[in-house]
């Protein structure tokens, strides 16, 4: 197509686009992707109050170690009241906010109600965290966290790669480099010392030669004890990686669960 045509064509489509969209949302008012309800700008995604909740929940102070809630000055190297005592084998986590609110309808939408759109939201989100807290790190892979083809097949998807596809703002390419080995039994409930035992062997490398003297980052939809993120990233260590970061959605339990009393539903 010539320049002149394909720029014809770039007007036309964007007069039909401006005509064809209030007539789209007076037939189907569109709705915010989190809670339903009508939203009046097409454009937008949440609705205000949603907006608000989601804005509330990123600006907490959290772990850059685990990514549990801390209180303002109490950033340390070593961790926070949750983690320090805790020997993780993964470097760093990157979070959006707290699982709750409007941050929890839209992983569950995504994981159980077959809303695979969502992922391009949620990985939004997590693009932005990752900018704000590995903006100088040089990662190699986005690795999402496998779920078992049980799972896999009654959802539909591995929600974890397919929020990993729509995170755009770094050169990593996602890659499928972990396999879940067997199906594990639900986590809620069991203590972070069940939990690390639940997912001990659970995973495996596809290829070792791929991730050697490289940069990970696992992306998963939700960090409840970091049990499954660290087992993911012991793996991914023995296989030769330099350094294995995690980046998440949301966060459930640790310091955050203890003083909000959240407790995670659905998790793997």
């Known amino acids: 197509m010539s320049f002149w045509g394909s720029r014809f064509f770039k007007r036309f489509h964007g007069l039909i686009n401006s005509i064809a969209k209030p007539a789209i949302s007076l037939i189907w008012p569109p709705l915010c992707q989190a809670c339903e309800c009508s939203i009046d700008d097409p454009d937008e995604k949440l609705c205000r109050d949603c907006w608000q909740d989601l804005n509330d929940s990123v600006a907490r102070n959290y772990c850059k170690r685990c990514g549990s809630d801390i209180d303002k ?19 760093g986590v990157a979070r959006v906010g707290n699982y709750q609110g409007c941050l929890k309808n839209l992983i569950l939408q995504l994981k159980f109600s077959g809303r695979s759109e969502l992922a391009v939201t949620l990985g939004e989100y997590i693009d932005a965290s990752l900018l ?28 974890s790669f397919l929020i990993a596809r729509n995170i755009k703002h770094f050169d990593a390419k996602t890659k499928n480099l972990l396999i879940r080995t067997r199906r594990t039994r639900p986590q809620p409930g069991l203590s972070f010392a069940q939990r690390r035992k639940n997912v001990k062997n659970a995973f495996k490398i596809r ?32 296989a030769g990686a330099r350094r294995v970061l995690a980046a998440v959605a949301a966060t459930a339990g640790g310091s955050s669960s203890r003083k909000s009393g959240t407790a995670l539903k659905y998790w793997d």
């Open 73 to 91: 000055y109490s950033e340390s190297a070593q961790g926070c009241d949750f983690c320090s005592k805790i020997n993780f084998n993964f470097d």
């Open 132 to 159: 704000g807290s590995f903006n100088d790190e040089e990662i190699d892979f986005f690795a999402p966290v496998p779920v078992h083809w049980t799972r896999r097949i009654s959802r539909g998807w591995n929600q």
């Open 207 to 238: 290829n070792s030669s791929s991730v050697q003297d490289k940069t990970i980052c696992l992306i998963d939809d939700v960090r409840t004890s970091g049990a499954t993120l660290d087992e993911c990233a012991k793996v991914l260590k023995q």
